[in-house]
């Protein structure tokens, strides 16, 4: 039952819990498709930064007195139903990193979505330690999203609109 602010905040809490475990599942794969080398070298340290995520998450969940576990987020799950659609594509390496790309970007943006929200929701509880967790995380969605752009400006998709026009 949602009748309290902290109870919003622990769901918000276990629903991030949730998508982060996923990620780290999914990282992985999506390194392994990724032909840039920048590319795959920015989803192992994405990877490296998302079990972090999650330890910060199993210490504002300690703060709080509860835990963080018992709750699936259905929209990482469906993103990362998304980004599998991706992985089983054959075609241009470089185009397949513009598509890897945009999937994670939308996980980025999801997750700095929701930390947002739970960040704020903590400050209002006066949850300073747990607000600070979030920021934190929050600041390291926002780098991997500004990073991803980049790779696709600086590399990828000259690559792939080459390719693209190799085959009109
Ligand atoms: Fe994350
Ligand atoms: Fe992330």
Do not use: W
Not at 74 to 96: F, P, S, Y
């Amino acid at each position: 039952m949602l009748d309290s602010l902290n109870k919003a905040l622990e769901e918000q809490l276990k629903d991030l819990y949730s998508a982060e475990k996923q990620l780290i599942q999914a990282l992985p794969r999506m390194a392994r498709a990724a032909s840039s080398p920048t590319l795959r070298e920015a989803f192992t340290l994405h990877l490296e930064e998302t079990r972090r995520q999650a330890e910060r998450l199993e210490q504002a969940a300690e703060i709080l007195g509860m835990r963080p576990g018992g709750k699936r987020c259905k929209g990482m799950a469906g993103l990362i139903e998304e980004g599998k659609d991706v992985l089983a594509e054959d075609g241009e390496d470089a185009v397949i990193d513009a598509a890897l790309i945009a999937a994670a970007q939308k996980v980025e943006h999801y997750e700095i979505s929701a930390y947002g929200s739970a960040r704020t929701l903590a400050e209002r509880l006066g949850q300073s330690r747990v607000s600070e967790l979030l920021q934190e995380t929050l600041d390291e969605e926002g780098a991997t999203d500004k990073k991803l752009t980049q790779i696709a400006e600086g590399e990828v998709l000259e690559e792939a609109a080459a390719a693209g026009r190799g085959t009109e």
